[in-house]
């Protein structure tokens, strides 16, 4: 069973940066692809970026190009997602999610499994 568990949100000011990480644990069978989702008052859960553990496939949804990187430390079974020039329209809860599959999905319906989110709030 794999387990996820986010941390790093918190409360930062426009323009600012925060940094999340997602601790994997437990046994993992086949491939696997993480994955970072958010979700906003109101809002559907949506697709943030996506990348297989081996790094090899990665993409990012088109609003947070140029502005979120997602990265990793194998030796820590960790994923990180740095978070450059945050603006109020990011706040949201942001999850950590895997898939165990080699290719890439945008559907939080196709996801294995999920961490509890964690709190990402934008001030102006």
């Known amino acids: 069973q794999v387990q996820l568990a986010e941390s790093g949100g918190g409360l930062v000011q426009a323009g600012g940066s925060l940094k999340l990480s997602c601790a994997v644990t437990?046994?993992?069978?086949?491939?696997?692809?993480m994955a970072w989702f958010r979700q906003a008052p109101g809002k559907e859960r949506e697709f943030v970026v996506a990348t297989s553990w081996s790094g090899s496939v990665t993409y990012y949804a088109d609003s947070v190009k140029g502005r979120f990187t997602i990265s990793k430390e194998n030796e820590k079974n960790a994923v990180y997602l740095q978070m450059l020039s945050l603006n109020p329209e990011d706040t949201a809860v942001y999850y950590c999610a895997a898939r165990r599959s080699r290719a890439i999905s945008q559907s939080p319906a196709e996801q294995d499994y999920w961490g509890q989110g964690t709190q990402v709030t934008v001030s102006s």
């Open positions: 437990g046994r993992t069978v086949g491939d696997l692809v």
